[in-house]
């Protein structure tokens, strides 16, 4: 037997209701995703893309359709610590320094945070943070505030990456060095990865598969696989191959 | 399962539910032996006193609105001079504190020594006012887009052209929504004239004169006039500015007096200025007196006071009666604060596990912030009678409202970020309730607690006065019988400045924990 995928969402529905209107944010999503693998899911402000995420990570409670993580249900799996998360803005607590934000994991879940504190430090230095240990979260830049947040979603091991748009307030040039960095980091520790994001650029660079999702109701009109190998490097960001597959995923994104 | 009711249908029906138990209960006789009538007897008394009231609400009305127009004419001119001289708002900073903390009902008998007719009660509401318009103005004005200024002083206009440009338009929500807040102070402040001024009109001393006649009917009756005129101006407010603005803001309480950073400026300049912060109050007290012309004997200036306080033949006398008033009304002040303080905070909290149960509450919470809630202590005199726990109910009543709307409002801006992460790994209610809520509700525990100090000290020496004839508030109340007018200014003075000490004690504080912690003053 094969070992259960990385994540498997099949026949998701949702709708949202409030102030007389319903809205159909999904309509029967299902995705796969293999143990190891890469998938990007990119589509338009609306479509429902960070949905999948939260249902995906029980935050929201999906009308119709299963979610299985790492083979268990989505809560059962946060709380075997089995998943990592990194949300669309830090999401740090401005009352914590570096350090602490980065063990709230840990302490969620119940972990000694003693025998993880040479880990915790790891991850911290793996960001490049090292030296900002103490630091608030007010102190630090955007970008450094990104990276503490990406230290967090690793801190518990986790088998199960979720990203949600994780350098979305980044400027072109930092986005791509940490895209990069990404790279790696998922490649040392072997996860599977799930990245929301609407940069057609990140999307490719990262990702073995392209997930294109439009909106109303929210749904997947196709997956695109991408064919690089591994490690990819940053001059693949101007190679004429990498343009033909982003043109293929703005073509897909764009046409109806 | 019942379909929900939905919107202001509910609030309805919430209404008509809490109207029904009321009757209910009132009918019964159920609270404290009649203290609470139901509420037809009331309306019905209403009815038959009905001819006495136009010249005591024409009284109170006229009072209040003249205070209104005042204390916003000074409060939206010192709002724009302290918007555009950062040196005058910190020169004033010692004046706006003072006001913003000061207890009317201690300041009422001076005004009345000093003022004659009307102009306490007018004084009084303005008060109420200046302090609400002005944070409101500097607020607006120092919150307007800078780009859009930017764009005005690029074309050569002048800071003149910028604030009558941009600035002044950009202020008008904040200045309407101050104007909102500012409205049912004035009543308030005209109401507690009235108990401290003597005079034959208005809702105050028509209270007061009805307090020993054993009626609870017509207190109530009274009451739910003095409440309906403090919300109709609320409302009347409110309407206009949705009207005008085609939005309203949330009703919050400033509580922050507006500072100014003086850091870049040389040593002597920044000392001379604090020295002047100090003096300035000081100062203005003894032009007041100056500028009003009466006797010495009557109005004490600030070195009277201290004549009287220290130097003088009674001095001695004066000061074991000060310290004994002291020693009476500080213990409450603080426990019902706390009290207060406490019960809002624990009820904040649970509306974020129980959000359905406390959403109903949260309207009730907002009515009481147009309710002038001190002057209905004689109603509470009824049910609760004239000892100690008078005293302690009407400061958490008092402290409580407030402070659970700032810290409900604050809470609900709590970014939903913040909480997804320990949810996302599963994290059970309490544990994110210990590790976001509870920390995130720091700051604005610490506006409430400025919102409530003042607030705590008022309700204390209210009750003093009109019931418990204990501390400070009974000292007041009772140096106006003596003549004793040395003792009405120092008591007045200070719990002026107790007041202050409080207020910026509680600052302090908050800056030190909150700039350890990352965080930013709760506006």
């Known amino acids: ?66 979610v299985r993580i790492a083979g268990q249900a989505s809560l059962d799996a946060a709380r075997a610590g089995v998943t990592g998360v990194a949300f669309q803005d830090a999401a740090l607590l401005p009352w914590r320094s570096v350090k602490r934000n980065v063990e709230v994991p840990l302490e969620v879940l119940g972990r000694s945070r003693s025998t993880a504190a040479a880990h915790v430090q790891d991850m911290i230095e793996l960001v490049g943070l090292k030296g900002y240990e103490n630091a608030l979260p007010g102190e630090l830049s955007g970008g450094m505030r990104q990276r503490v947040a990406i230290a967090r979603a690793l801190v518990t091991h986790p088998q199960v990456l979720f990203m949600d748009e994780p350098f979305g307030a980044l400027d072109q040039i930092l986005r791509r060095q940490m895209n990069v960095e990404l790279q790696r980091i998922w490649a040392e520790t072997g996860s ?65 | 399962m019942a379909a929900e009711p ?17 009757e209910v209960v009132g009918r019964l006789d159920l609270v404290a032996g009649g203290a609470l009538p139901g ?19 024409w009284a109170t009305v006229y009072a209040s609105t003249l205070g209104f127009l005042i204390g916003n004419a000074f409060g939206i001119g010192a709002g724009v001079i302290f918007a555009m001289s950062p040196t005058m708002l910190r020169l004033f900073r010692g004046v706006n504190i003072a006001v913003f903390a000061l207890p009317p009902i201690a300041i009422a008998p001076i005004l009345v020594l000093t003022l004659s007719g009307m ?44 604030l009558r440009l941009v600035r002044f338009r950009g202020a008008l929500p904040s200045i309407l929504a101050g104007l909102r807040v500012a409205a049912p102070n004035a009543v308030l402040g005209a109401i507690l004239a009235e108990f401290g001024g003597g005079g034959r009109w208005g809702l105050g001393a028509y209270l ?11 207190l109530w009756g009274i009451g739910l006039v003095a409440t309906l005129i403090a919300g109709l101006s609320y409302a009347g407010f409110a309407l206009l500015a949705s009207r005008t603005l085609g939005a309203t803001r949330a009703v919050t309480l400033n509580t922050a ?42 109005s004490k200036t600030p070195w009277g006071v201290v004549q009287y306080l220290f130097l003088g033949p009674t001095a001695e006398s004066a000061q074991s009666r000060l310290l004994a008033a002291l020693a009476e009304t500080l213990p409450i002040t603080f426990v019902g604060m706390a009290a207060g303080l406490l019960f809002a905070f624990l009820l904040a909290i649970s509306s974020r596990l129980f959000p359905r149960a406390i959403e109903a509450f949260l309207p009730v919470a907002l009515v009481t912030q147009t309710m002038p809630l001190v002057a209905l202590t004689p109603l509470l005199v009824l049910i609760l009678g004239r000892g100690t726990s008078l005293t302690l109910w009407v400061t958490i009543s008092v402290t409580f409202f407030p402070a659970f709307v700032t810290l409900a409002q604050g809470l609900a801006l709590v970014p939903r970020s913040a909480e997804d992460v320990p949810r996302a790994y599963g ?20 506006a409430a607690t400025r919102l409530t100090v003042p607030r705590a000290l008022l309700g204390v020496m209210i009750a003093e006065w009109l019931a418990t004839g204990k501390g400070l508030g009974n000292l007041l109340n009772q140096s106006r019988g003596f003549l004793d007018y040395g003792m009405i200014w120092t008591v007045a003075a200070v719990s002026v400045l107790l007041s202050v000490i409080f207020y910026q004690l509680v600052v302090i504080v908050e800056k030190r924990v909150l700039r350890r912690l990352g965080m930013a003053t709760a506006e």
């Open chain 1, 1 to 66: 037997m094969s070992a259960p995928d990385g994540i498997a969402l099949s026949g998701v529905c949702k709708t949202f209701s409030g102030r007389g209107k319903v809205v159909e944010a999904l309509r029967d999503v299902s995705l796969s995703c293999p143990a190891g693998s890469f998938t990007a899911i990119i589509g338009p402000s609306g479509c429902g893309k960070s949905t999948v995420m939260r249902i995906a990570l029980g935050l929201e409670r999906a009308d119709a359709g299963t």
């Open chain 1, 192 to 256: 599977t990865a799930l990245l929301v994001t609407h940069g057609i650029d990140e999307a490719v660079f990262l990702a073995d598969r392209v997930v294109v999702m439009h909106a109303v109701p929210g749904r997947i009109v196709d997956v695109i696989e991408v064919p690089f190998d591994r490690p990819r490097q940053p001059s693949l960001f101007s190679d004429p191959e990498f343009h033909r597959v982003c043109d293929h995923v703005a073509e897909v994104l764009h046409g109806g």
């Open chain 2, 6 to 22: 939905k919107g202001h249908w509910r609030g309805l029906r919430n209404a008509a539910v809490l109207l029904l138990i009321w």
């Open chain 2, 39 to 57: 509420f037809s007897e009331i309306v019905i008394r209403l009815y038959e006193d009905w001819g006495d009231y136009p010249r005591h609400i």
């Open chain 2, 119 to 162: 102009a306490p009660r007018i004084a009084l509401a303005a008060l109420g006012v200046y302090f609400v318009t002005m944070t409101a103005t500097v607020i607006g004005l120092s919150q307007a887009d800078t780009r859009a200024t930017d764009v005005i002083r690029a074309y050569g206009g002048s800071r003149w052209d910028a």
């Open chain 2, 208 to 218: 007061l004169g009805s307090l020993g006649r054993g009626e609870p009917d017509r």
């Open chain 2, 257 to 298: 007096v507006p500072e100014t950073d003086t850091g870049n400026r040389s040593l002597a300049v920044r000392i001379a200025l604090t020295l002047g912060t100090i003096a300035l109050p000081f100062i203005m007290w003894w032009g007041f007196i100056k500028l009003t012309g009466v006797p010495d004997l009557i």
């Open chain 2, 427 to 446: 994290a059970s209610r309490w544990t994110e309730m210990r590790m976001v809520t509870l920390p995130a509700s720091l700051p604005y525990l610490f």
